[in-house]
């Protein structure tokens, strides 16, 4: 079982829309969470931490439930700059090893 | 700030080569990881090093080794390479301990033929 499962999409909405994205995550002693954006052939960019008592920041809002071990993200009023690719990232522990899901690939159409 | 940097940003390999790939971490962070990032897959943890010291290793074979340097920057090395091989590999750097938050490079897209 992979240790951080997404749903690939493509998601294609239009400007405007709102979209979730959702992500499951195997080991549920996994200390830390997040959101990375990468745009074709660019570096994974940090969009958002992801904690217990959810966190919002602007049009994007990231909860995360560890009874259900699953992490989700939201995103309102979809702008055509919110096209690229989305990865969910669980750290198992105190270190710096993250795992990817394989990120989910989200066009917003004008 | 200078954000990460890697080196080169682009680099062909033929069969059997080796390659040193090389990050310099943000300044005053301590932590460099290391990820193998294949066409159409999210990145895939590959070195992890804190304080020059190696704190994590993924599951890739041994042709693969690593080693963070005084001033926290780093290298990875590859032996005998293979056309798997090819991929974007992405260094990540961060300052380590309770502040996991980690911010890549550019990332080296290696294409070995």
């Known amino acids: 079982r992979k240790e951080v499962e997404q749903d690939p999409g493509p998601f294609n909405v239009p400007e405007g829309a709102t979209v979730a994205f959702n992500c499951t995550y195997s080991n549920s002693a996994s200390q830390s969470f997040f959101w990375y954006r990468q745009d074709c052939r660019k570096e994974p960019k940090l969009l958002m931490s992801v904690y217990s008592s959810g966190n919002e920041d602007g049009r994007f809002t990231a909860q995360l439930n560890r009874a259900s071990q699953y992490i989700s993200l939201l995103i309102r009023d979809s702008k055509l700059s919110d096209s690229a690719t989305y990865l969910c990232v669980v750290n198992p522990s105190t270190g710096n090893q993250f795992y990817f899901g394989t990120g989910t690939s989200l066009t917003v159409i004008p | 700030d200078a954000g990460v940097t890697q080196s080169p940003t682009h680099l062909i390999k033929t069969r059997g080569q080796q390659v040193t790939l090389r990050c310099s971490p943000i300044s005053g962070h301590k932590s460099v990881s290391w990820y193998q990032q294949v066409l159409g897959q999210g990145p895939q943890f590959i070195f992890q090093?804190?304080?020059?010291?190696?704190?994590g290793r993924g599951n890739f074979p041994d042709r693969f080794s690593a080693r963070q340097f005084p001033n926290y920057s780093s290298e990875l090395n590859v032996n005998a390479l293979l056309l798997g091989d090819s991929a974007l590999y992405l260094c990540a750097s961060s300052f380590g301990g309770n502040t996991p938050e980690a911010f890549f490079g550019q990332g080296t897209r290696l294409t070995v033929v």
């Open positions: 090093y804190y304080e020059k010291e190696e704190r």
